[in-house]
């Protein structure tokens, strides 16, 4: 086992899985190949299952983060855990509704906007403080974000400016608890990528493969390396980085004028 990232025999809390697909998925399977415990949470019975079916003796606490009594049952659960038994959390969760297929911005319905607000942003806050009573004093925090380019995506509605409160959180909470601890908050800020949650958003596929021309390796960004960069940032090897967003997109993000897309575009011959 590597000694660089030093995660054998610690614990850390994993949110978000769905699938094999998910970026939570892989960040566990990376966390155990290091010899780390998880603990995760799911937001439904299905998906405790589900997940059980992959993990018969895994350690799983339903908690959906609309629900006050889920998120005061899950801060139970850590308290009832001897102190400073947490040594990093992955936040990954997100959720919005498109069933009315997609609006202009100006056309967001306030419920969705205040749901999508609740489970996808300021559930970091809240689990945050779930977990406060048991992590390490010197634990971290990771959040998957989106990459800038992804912000002004189009097809991504309303969800653009709640994940950029989500990174706007991230700062915040390492300000905060700078004022009692050493716990670091940084996000992993993707670009797209073939998930389940992905499949979702109106016209997303288009966007997949316009992304892929655009990455310095015209090869798509895949889940592992996302969940590879937040592994990273959950172990002490990454502790001088605190209140970021790392960006991993293959370089998408700096490749605007690729010229195989610019000609494509404009038709040049």
């Not at 697909?21 to 780390?36: N, R």
């Not at 749901?115 to 634990?139: G, H, M, R, W, Y």
């Not at 390396?225 to 959950?234: C, G, P, R």
Request: proline residues 2%; hydrophobic residues 40%; glycine residues 6%.
């Amino acid at each position: 086992m590597s000694n660089f990232l030093g995660i054998a025999n610690k614990t850390f809390l994993v949110t978000g899985f769905a699938n094999r697909k998910s970026v939570a998925w892989h960040v566990a399977e990376s966390l155990e190949k290091e010899g780390s415990k998880i603990i995760y949470t799911v937001r439904s019975q299905k998906r405790h299952t589900e997940l059980l079916a992959l993990k018969p003796n895994a350690e799983v606490i339903i908690c959906d983060f609309e629900k006050e009594q889920d998120i005061n049952s899950l801060r139970s659960y850590l308290e009832s855990m001897e102190s400073n038994s947490i040594h990093g959390v992955l936040h990954s969760v997100a959720y919005a509704n498109y069933s009315e297929g997609l609006k202009p911005f100006h056309e967001t319905n306030v419920k969705d906007y205040l749901q999508a607000t609740q489970i996808s942003s300021f559930s970091l806050v809240e689990l945050a403080n779930a977990c406060k009573p048991a992590l390490q004093k010197d634990a971290s925090v990771v959040t998957i974000g989106i990459s800038s380019i992804d912000v002004t995506a189009e097809n991504y509605g309303y969800m653009a400016p709640i994940k950029a409160s989500l990174e706007a959180n991230v700062r915040y909470l390492a300000k905060s608890f700078s004022s009692f601890s050493s716990v670091r908050f940084n996000s992993v800020n993707a670009g797209p990528l073939k998930t389940s949650a992905s499949a979702g958003i109106p016209g997303y596929l288009k966007n997949y493969l316009f992304a892929e021309k655009l990455t310095f390796r015209k090869k798509a960004l895949m889940t592992i390396e996302v969940a590879n960069t937040a592994v990273f940032l959950l172990s002490n090897a990454s502790s001088g980085i605190n209140g970021q967003g790392i960006v991993v997109d293959a370089g998408m993000g700096f490749n605007y004028f690729e010229k195989e897309v610019v000609d494509s575009t404009m038709d040049i011959k």
